[in-house]
């Protein structure tokens, strides 16, 4: 098996595997937004090693329009970046309509997503996130307001299932949404009970597939390799996935998956694929985190901010790998890419790919838990006075669904 990670070819395909309204993709992939994580340093490694459409930390519409400098910061796109893909979150049409408005005027995107799938007790317990859709005259406001403001820019929505397996709102939620003019719509196939924890129920992407038939529809969950993906597409019909925290510490499965999708669609033959399929050695995973570091260099134009922020991505990298406490601790103090360089000098560059224990889950799963809501909210499909109060408070930044 070769383990070189050397960028995959991206070089054009005759017939894209994905549309989202004028947006061509060569492989149905899309890099789910992670707040903390998706910035554009990350989408920037993410895209060396593969191909697809990368969206940025969730950012909330009354930032925006308030152009707050941390906001600002995280719309900033590279300028090899060329679709420029930025996610919405919020919980007033008004105010979701000014910040699109905002970033077609200023051209700032080519892409919009909206979500509404954070299961966040913060933004749930206010009535935001996945606990939004329940309320459907707003959500429906709220996605009209996006997309007829967005013009000619695509809008897309990613949700969750629903509330728990009580209060599902997915089906209705993406009618109202393909009737407001989205161009895709992707389900994290869990509930807001069921934060991350077991398995992600991938009937209902088949359902939402059969349900929703004039715009493609995606799947997200539990995709930890690119069989996972191919699977996930074949079982329930899905038009691409949204990977999320299987990307953790491995941005070359996103070579993996185009070469997987490659070969589904007769574009690449089988052996070749199977030739390239990512298995770095330790020396190789090494380099990806000091590229990793010194993009966060590029991006927060501080090579000691750059690396504390890699501090979180550590752990995810040498899952698998044995690679000792005193090794990841002295990561965990160094100050600049020299210093990096000189802990990651010490490591056993040869040491092979361990398999299946540096493969599957990563991320904190979480337990299922009693969402958090405001009082007498499933009383009622529609939204009261005291009710739209509480929405207000409830734009704040967290991780997306």
């Not at 595997?17 to 998706?38: F, K, S, Y």
């Not at 089988?270 to 380099?287: F, I, Y």
Request: charged share 25%.
């Amino acid at each position: 098996m070769n383990s070189s990670l050397a960028p995959v070819d991206t070089a054009a395909i005759p017939a894209p595997a994905l549309r989202i309204g004028p947006i061509e993709l060569d492989v149905p992939v899309v890099l789910a937004p992670m707040a903390g994580i998706t910035n554009t340093a990350y989408r920037r490694l993410c895209r060396e090693y593969g191909a697809g459409l990368y969206v940025s930390e969730m950012i909330t519409s009354r930032a925006l329009v308030e152009r707050t400098p941390e906001s600002m910061r995280l719309i900033r796109h590279h300028p090899s970046e060329t679709l420029r893909s930025i996610q919405l979150y919020g919980v007033d049409p008004a105010t979701m309509r000014q910040a699109v408005t905002m970033l077609v005027e200023e051209n700032l995107a080519d892409h919009i997503d909206m979500n509404f799938g954070c299961p966040v007790a913060k933004v749930t317990r206010k009535g935001g996130g996945s606990a939004l859709p329940w309320k459907l005259g707003l959500f429906r406001q709220i996605v009209e307001q996006a997309v007829d403001a967005a013009g000619d820019i695509p809008v897309t929505v990613k949700m969750r299932k629903g509330i728990d397996d009580d209060h599902l709102t997915y089906l209705e939620a993406a009618k109202a949404a393909e009737g407001a003019g989205v161009k895709s719509i992707a389900l994290h196939a869990r509930t807001a009970a069921d934060f991350y924890s077991g398995q992600a129920d991938w009937s209902a992407i088949a359902t939402l597939k059969e349900t929703i038939t004039s715009i493609p529809v995606l799947g997200n969950g539990d995709i930890w390799s690119a069989d996972d993906a191919i699977r996930m597409v074949d079982e329930t019909g899905c038009d691409g996935v949204v990977v999320g925290r299987g990307c953790l510490g491995r941005p070359w499965l996103f070579g993996d998956l185009a070469d997987a999708f490659r070969v589904r669609s007769g574009r690449l033959d089988a052996s070749v694929a199977r030739e390239s399929r990512a298995a770095p050695t330790l020396g190789e995973v090494a380099g990806a985190i000091r590229r990793h570091t010194e993009l966060l260099s590029e991006f927060f134009e501080d090579e000691d901010r750059a690396c504390r922020d890699i501090r979180k991505h550590v752990a995810w990298y040498f899952k698998g790998y044995p690679v000792g406490h005193e090794v990841r601790a002295s990561l965990s103090m160094v100050k600049s890419l020299a210093e990096m360089d000189e802990v990651l000098a010490t490591l056993d560059g040869s040491l092979p790919y361990p398999g299946i224990d540096a493969e599957g889950p990563r991320g904190r799963a979480g337990s299922p838990k009693r969402p958090s809501l405001p009082d007498k909210w499933l009383e009622s499909r529609e939204l009261d006075l005291p009710e739209r109060a509480e929405l207000a408070s409830a734009e704040l930044h967290h991780s997306g669904g």
